[in-house]
């Protein structure tokens, strides 16, 4: 007889709280179920907006920003003792390599929670003297206080990541908060949950609420009217309905959205290093991260050399069990998004691509039959106008087309909808500084990809984004911030 199934419940005012309502979490790796879902309804939703606003006049209320910084390295603290298990749950959700899983995902878990710790301790306030009409010089002062309830929604593809690259500053900044993960990836946010109540957060402060978007969790918290802000990480699509519905009560919104990211390289480029950084950023969590580069634009010099390059790259990749050897590639996160992607690939035989490698699924003979996995693929010869070189397909694939002068990268780069990273390669720094700020998009990075300062602004334009959070950009976002004028 097999073991009953775990079952994940929402948690809410310091309380592990099941429903009758449940959904399966289904494994990409090999299709099995892991654990069943409690779906929070309307009225469990409403229970934990209550609970939230409830905290805010209790103890929290009265933390200070150290002790509240305290609070976020004892979250560290115990995350990083129950290291091990927040990898297990992540790699079941997500099928991603274990490696990756500790050494970015987990690992940045952490560190969210101690930069945020550093910087709330740190931050100071604006103060201006002015001399007034009367002869008295006036001081004006600002202070930050939390908005009250911050609603938390997050999406699959960086479950712990994502979530907790909020959690933290919305807590250092003194809110209570309401979190949905996604559904596809329930696991490490009710280990977040228990971590919450093991270091005794008040209760009320940290609420937990799973099910899916429209018409259930998601829905029923963004448009609960006692949420004072909402920050949203996923599809752009889903950023506007959820701004339409923030509009009715004038609610605060900050949204890290898709992108369709390009990567260009320069035939002055350290070849090596160029064509590790785009296989590096073009299949990195099998092409799911909102800053892969999905157009990769080479100048024509170096271009069938490249894409040579490129090709090998790729078919050298690892794609296997989470735990193997040198794996670099793992599932994607779900069946449904696997038919999303295989879906492109399509389209781009249809488009008329060429394929230089992949396209397809791998198959294994055993268990993994069952789960998510694709190739990695590459295609050329598409034109700018193509489908597939203009919508972000969110795996691991990408598209690599000749260039042959910078006004001409530019302007192709900047044709897009969306607007959030471009990654350039070359040993000119001269050019890399001009031509930097010309792309628009939150993000350029010169001969790297992905490298992130925490206390740096992040976000995007168009279509994926809204906002800046990072350093005192979160601390602003998560933050009512009143003026005080003091004439003496
Ligand atoms: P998604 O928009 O489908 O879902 C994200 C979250 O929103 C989930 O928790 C989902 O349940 C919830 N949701 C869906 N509809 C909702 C609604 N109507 N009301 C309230 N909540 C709703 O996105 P996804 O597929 O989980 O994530 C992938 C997307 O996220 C990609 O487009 C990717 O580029 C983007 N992304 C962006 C960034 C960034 O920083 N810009 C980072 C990671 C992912």
């Not at 069943?36 to 805010?56: H, N, S």
């Not at 297990?88 to 945020?116: C, S, Y």
């Not at 938390?152 to 949905?180: D, E």
């Not at 937990?208 to 918290?221: I, M, Q, R, T, Y």
């Amino acid at each position: 007889m097999s073991a009953p199934l775990q079952l994940l419940r929402n948690y809410i005012s310091g309380e592990f709280v099941a429903s009758e309502q449940t959904f399966p979490n289904v494994s990409p790796i090999d299709g099995r179920t892991l654990s069943q879902v409690c779906e929070a309804d309307e009225a469990l939703v409403a229970r934990a907006v209550a609970a939230a606003k409830a905290a805010q006049h209790g103890p929290w209320g009265d933390y200070s920003a150290s002790q509240r910084a305290a609070v976020l390295q004892r979250i560290a603290d115990a995350i990083e003792r129950r290291f091990e298990d927040f990898v297990a749950a992540e790699v079941a959700d997500t099928g991603r390599p274990v490696q990756q899983a500790r050494t970015l995902d987990i690992a940045r878990g952490i560190h969210n929670f101690r930069t945020f710790a550093e910087l709330i301790n740190q931050a100071g306030s604006e103060c201006f003297e002015m001399r007034a009409a009367d002869g008295n010089d006036v001081f004006s002062y600002s202070v930050r206080k939390p908005h009250g309830v911050v609603a938390i929604i997050s999406p699959w593809n960086l479950p712990m990541l994502l979530m907790t690259w909020k959690v933290a500053p919305a807590l250092a900044c003194g809110n209570s908060v309401v979190i949905k993960p996604s559904e596809d990836s329930p696991s490490t946010a009710t280990l977040l949950a228990e971590v919450m109540h093991e270091v005794g957060l008040p209760a009320g402060v940290f609420n937990l609420v799973h099910g899916f978007g429209p018409g259930s969790a998601g829905e029923f918290l963004t448009r609960h009217p006692d949420v004072d802000a909402i920050t949203f990480t996923g599809e752009s699509r889903t950023g506007e309905t959820i701004m339409k519905v923030a509009a009715e009560g004038i609610r605060d919104v900050s949204f890290e959205l898709g992108g369709k990211n390009a990567a260009v390289v320069f035939a002055d480029c350290d070849f090596d290093a160029a064509v590790a950084g785009v296989l590096r950023s073009s299949f990195t969590n099998s092409g799911q991260v909102c800053l892969c580069s999905e157009r990769v634009y080479v100048e024509r010099p170096i271009y069938e050399r490249f894409v040579a390059a490129m090709k090998a790259g790729a078919e050298a990749l690892k794609i296997g069990y989470p735990d193997e050897d040198g794996v670099n590639m793992g599932s994607l996160i779900s069946h449904k998004h696997r038919d999303k992607v295989l879906g492109y690939f399509e389209l781009a035989r249809s488009e008329g691509a060429t394929l230089v490698t992949g396209g397809g699924v791998p198959h294994f003979g055993d268990e993994r039959d069952n789960g998510a996995y694709v190739q990695p693929t590459i295609w050329t010869d598409l034109g700018d106008d193509a489908r597939c070189v203009r919508e972000e397909v969110f795996g691991p694939v990408c598209h690599i087309a000749p260039f042959d002068r910078d006004e001409e990268v530019v302007q192709r780069v900047n044709d897009s909808a969306y607007g959030l990273a471009t990654a350039l390669w070359t040993r000119d720094l001269k050019r890399a500084h001009r031509l930097s700020r010309r792309f628009e998009v939150g993000m350029v990075w010169v001969n790297t990809w992905f490298l992130r300062d925490l206390r740096t602004p992040f976000g995007g334009t168009r279509l994926s984004g809204l906002g800046r959070e990072g350093g005192r950009h979160s601390l602003d976002f998560y933050s009512q911030i009143t003026t005080i004028c003091v004439n003496p």
